[in-house]
C-alpha cells in the first residue's frame, strides 16, 4: 500500500460524465487508492474524490472471459498431482494468502482438466496394452488396500502392475 500511494496516475483530473445529466466529475488527485485481493490476486483501485473509478491495475494477466492466470495454474496444479481443494485451501488460510474460490476450481476442472486428463489416460492406457499384446506371456501382481476406518470394502483401492514374460535364452 505504501508502494501504491507513490505512484502517480498519467491523469490529471477525472474523467467521469454522468449519463443523465452530461455533467463532468471536477475531481482532482491527489486520488484515493483502495487495494483489495481477489482470488490469488491483487487488485488496485485509483478513485477520485467523488468515487469515480479512474484506473484499475491487476497483480496477474487476466485471460478471456475475465478469470486469473493465477487462480487458472493454481487450480490445475491442485487438481493434475491427486490433490483437494479443501487441504490447499486451509494451507492458504494458515499462511494468510489469497485462494482461489471453490467455485472457480471446480469450472476450472470440469471446462479443461477432466477431459485433458481422461485423453491422457486413455492414450497411455492404449500404448501399454498394444505394447502387451506383443507378448507371449503376461504376469499380473495385485494389492488391495483398504483405507478407511473398520476396513470397509467401500474405500478399496486396488493397484496392480503388469510384467511381460520374456523367455530366458
Not at 455533467?23 to 478513485?47: D, I, M, Q, Y
Not at 484499475?56 to 487458472?72: A, E, H, I, R, T
Not at 483437494?84 to 479443461?112: I, P
Request: glycine share 8%; proline share 4%.
Amino acid at each position: 500500500m505504501q508502494l501504491v500511494t507513490f505512484l502517480q496516475l498519467p491523469i490529471k483530473k477525472c474523467y467521469y460524465i454522468d449519463h443523465y445529466t452530461g455533467s463532468k466529475c471536477n475531481g482532482v488527485p491527489p486520488f484515493h487508492v483502495k487495494l483489495h485481493s481477489r482470488g490469488t490476486a491483487t487488485v488496485v483501485e485509483w478513485l477520485c474524490t467523488h468515487g469515480h473509478n479512474l484506473w484499475d491495475w491487476n497483480s496477474q494477466p487476466v485471460l478471456k472471459y475475465g478469470m486469473q492466470g493465477g487462480d487458472f495454474m493454481l487450480s490445475t496444479n491442485i487438481l493434475l498431482p491427486g490433490n483437494y481443494f479443501s487441504n490447499v485451501a486451509l494451507l492458504f488460510r494458515f499462511m494468510n494468502m489469497g485462494m482461489v474460490a471453490r467455485s472457480t476450481f471446480y469450472a476450472v476442472q470440469d471446462t479443461y482438466c477432466v477431459d485433458a486428463v481422461k485423453q491422457f489416460w486413455e492414450h497411455n492406457r492404449g500404448l501399454v496394452i498394444d505394447r502387451l499384446r506383443t507378448k507371449d506371456s503376461v504376469v499380473a501382481l495385485a494389492d488391495g488396500r483398504m483405507d478407511s476406518p473398520g476396513h470397509s470394502a467401500q474405500y478399496c483401492t486396488y493397484c496392480t502392475q503388469l510384467w511381460s514374460m520374456t523367455p530366458r535364452t
